[in-house]
């Protein structure tokens, strides 16, 4: 609703903040009271979204512009199957319970 009415009154400075989000970015999480979180950081949630999701890597490097698999293969360690191959190892693992909705 907010961005609804800020584009009902567009004017050269809004244009200016579209052309900087991070700097808007920054702002929104300064007043929110957020620290130590960059603009960089959304895309690196997404991914990690994505590949614990089950896409796979060469899917998430695709729609994260990556030109290169080495530059996604930091996210392969969130991958559903990572644990059942460390299992097949006979490693340890332990699990964090996850949240179930009623």
């Not at 130590?36 to 990690?48: E, G, I, K, P, Q």
Request: hydrophobic residues 40%.
């Amino acid at each position: 609703m907010r961005l609804l009415i800020q584009l009902s009154h567009w004017d050269d400075n809004m244009a200016l903040r579209m052309r900087y989000p991070e700097k808007a970015f920054r702002k929104a999480c300064r007043e929110a009271g957020i620290r130590d979180f960059r603009f960089h950081d959304l895309r690196h949630t997404y991914a990690s979204w994505k590949v614990m999701d089950g896409v796979d890597l060469r899917s998430v490097a695709e729609l994260l512009g990556h030109r290169t698999l080495a530059m996604v293969m930091r996210y392969s360690h969130l991958s559903p199957d990572h644990l059942d191959k460390i299992r097949e190892k006979g490693v340890m693992v332990r699990l964090q319970p996850k949240e179930f909705k009623l």
